[in-house]
């Protein structure tokens, strides 16, 4: 297990980057279905996109899982890279797969609720978009309570975001 290498305090990166992390991180979600999808439809010769559709939803998240369970498990998912963002345990070390499999879990806590009410209610599209926009702006934003500016599943899941520089690479001499 690597530590965080300087010795700032393990405090959250602020909202904004975070939640542009996670909006880009979305963004790149988009390929991982694709590919997935592709595949799922290959497998299962499935030719209508109706067709199989709670089997691939279970393929899908086992996929996602992998995904981040396997990058978070490195400390950075490419999202987290860019933003210079790092997930660490709350001693500041990289997490084990077991609590990055965990913190996978829980951070479903963004979108199950909006979609099981919506689901419950039998809201149309629009509908759950706003429901959905609007749980995710009251999590976020809940972050703002925590004493260390944490998502509630960061908390739960012993786990936090943290900013990370990558050190400079070494100059070549000339």
Known sequence: MTTQPDAAPLMAPPLMRRMACWLYEGMLMFGVVFIAGYLFSTLTQTRHALDNRHLQQAFLFVVFGIYFTWFWAKGQTLAMKTWHIRVVNRQGQTLSQGRALLRYVLSWLWLLPPLAVS?????PGGEVAVLTIGWVTVWALLSRFHA????????LAGTRLVHFQPPEPPKRKR
């Open 119 to 123: 689901g419950a209610m039998g809201l």
């Open 148 to 155: 260390e500016r944490q998502f509630l599943h960061d908390a």
